[in-house]
């Protein structure tokens, strides 16, 4: 069975830093695509960054430059660094699993499959 | 970028009651990359519908999906108590970005 199980929140000042964990079970990080979807209190949903069975990763530009997405293979958990935390970042932060669909030569990742329960991001003095 | 807007904000209805969500793309997304979510208070999101019409693994076939082009439709033929949540649609493009509706709450009438 598949599990994803998030860890790490809390309460930040502006500013600050903060990692986030990912941990998966039922499947391997390492072979499938990994995104961080966030949701503020009361909003919508906000993808934040994917990480490749490459390593390729890409980002949202709300937080290219600050955040960072990694996985530890060894533990076959996903990372998600948050640096310069500012109050627009306060949410609850999802881990989720994209299926890799390949047809004509391309592939694609067009949905979230598996979630996690998510873990709360505090940016606040 | 797309920006997908979903109609209507709000949706009260009974146990029973047919419901009807719209997903309007500012510009065409290809069937293959629509998706739909539930999403009930304190809980994840959970998959429903993939490619536009393909039910998820484990979702009743109460809910359906439809549309192309900027237009698609998420139905649940038959309210059931559990169904009063709130719906998000999602579409993807290659660059990659995913982006998801504002969402649609379904509630008690």
């Known amino acids: 069975e598949v599990e994803l199980v998030e860890s790490g929140g809390g309460l930040i000042q502006p500013g600050g830093s903060l990692r986030l964990s990912c941990a998966a079970s039922g499947f391997t990080v390492s072979s499938n695509y990994m995104s961080w979807v966030r949701q503020a209190p009361g909003k919508g949903l906000e993808w934040v960054s994917v990480?490749?069975?490459?390593?390729?990763?890409y980002y949202a530009d709300s937080v290219k430059g600050r955040f960072t997405i990694s996985r530890d293979n060894s533990k076959n958990t996903l990372y998600l660094q948050m640096n310069s935390l500012r109050a627009e970042d306060t949410a609850v932060y999802y881990c989720?699993?994209?299926?890799?669909?390949?047809?004509?030569?391309?592939?694609?990742?067009?949905?979230?499959?598996?979630w996690g329960q998510g873990t709360l991001v505090t940016v606040s003095s | 970028e797309i920006v997908l807007t979903q109609s209507p904000g709000t949706l009260s209805l009974s146990p029973g009651d047919r419901a009807t969500l719209s997903c309007r793309a500012s510009?065409?997304?290809?069937?293959?990359?629509l998706a739909w979510y539930q999403q009930k208070p304190g809980q994840a999101p959970r998959l429903l519908i993939y490619g536009a019409s393909s039910r998820a693994t484990g979702i009743p076939d109460r809910f359906s999906g439809s549309g192309s082009g900027t237009d698609f439709t998420l139905t649940i033929s038959r309210l059931e108590p559990e169904d009063f949540a709130v719906y998000y649609c999602?579409?993807?493009?290659?660059?990659?970005?995913?982006?998801f509706g504002q969402g649609t709450k379904v509630e008690f009438k």
């Open positions: 989720a699993r994209s299926p890799k669909y390949c047809t004509g030569g391309s592939c694609y990742l067009p949905h979230f499959d598996s």
């Open positions: 990480i490749y069975s490459g390593d390729s990763t």
């Open positions: 999602q579409q993807y493009d290659s660059s990659p970005t995913w982006t």
């Open positions: 510009q065409s997304v290809s069937s293959r990359f």
